[in-house]
């Protein structure tokens, strides 16, 4: 990984963004997708800008985006590409989604992007170096008790039976009114931000978290998966991310996972 590596991801969030911002709140194709996930012209756009680039730039490397599937699968280096994180919230017209881009090598995400193309608002993270906020370092905030925290998950609707307990388990440790819904991977900045102190989330696919561990780990915060592991290729999708590492344990007792 290159300081040229993290200038690509940049570019990559540009072109995205470029991609995106016509369509917001506009009119706009949309369908539901096998797994009945809704896409939309957008995410197509934005995707489709982002392949371009790194095939121009990088043909060597691999690809494994939401929407056009998998170039060079057996490359050590892959791009992970979300071009709408939280497409829902872009069809509702709430500027809360985000465009998500990852590096990994052998399997484990390097370089993490999220992007809000409307407010313009850009986590990077970057393993072993801190996490940049539109241009400045962005601090996990410390959380003296679980009770005090904020937690957040995108819809309760997306656990199964079994997981729900499990959610269930942690939000009682929580007081009520701090529990948040919505949000998608830009709750994950939110963290790395100091604003919200954990997201819970069962049911993610890699293209939803590969970017995320580089932004909350380098604000020091720490990702994981319900039993305590670190995130990457092979990871379930039941996933974890804590804004202070004194409440690891307490998040992991709360949540009591033996799926």
């Known amino acids: 990984m290159t300081p040229k590596d993290i200038d690509l991801a940049q570019k990559l969030a540009e072109a995205a963004g470029e991609a995106i911002r016509p369509f917001f709140r506009a009119k706009f194709d949309q369908e539901t997708k096998d797994d009945s996930s809704p896409v939309t012209e957008a995410d197509r756009a934005a995707e489709a800008a982002m392949r371009a680039i790194i095939e121009a730039e990088r043909p060597d490397d691999g690809i494994i985006g939401e929407e056009y599937g998998t170039r060079n699968e057996g490359a050590s280096r892959q791009w992970v590409l979300d071009p709408i994180d939280g497409t829902t919230s872009f069809i509702a017209g709430r500027p809360i989604f985000g465009t998500l881009i990852a590096l990994m090598q052998e399997g484990f995400p390097l370089i993490g992007i999220i992007d809000q193309p409307i407010s313009k608002e850009r986590w990077v993270g970057v ?93 020091g915060g720490m990702m994981c998966d319900w039993n305590g592991e670190p995130l990457h290729a092979e990871s379930d999708g039941h996933v974890l991310a804590i804004g202070d590492h004194a409440r690891v344990d307490d998040v992991l007792e709360a949540i009591a996972c033996h799926h």
């Open 127 to 219: 393993i072993g170096r801190p996490t940049i906020f539109n241009g400045q370092p962005a601090k996990s905030a410390r959380c003296r008790e679980l009770k005090n925290a904020v937690l957040a998950t995108t819809t309760p609707h997306q656990f199964d039976e079994h997981d729900a307990e499990h959610f269930m388990g942690l939000a009682s440790k929580v007081a009520p009114r701090k529990i948040i819904y919505g949000g998608d991977c830009y709750n994950y900045g939110l963290v790395a931000s100091g604003h919200v102190d954990v997201v819970c989330e069962a049911g993610l696919k890699l293209h939803d978290f590969a970017a995320l561990a580089p932004i909350v780990d380098g604000a």
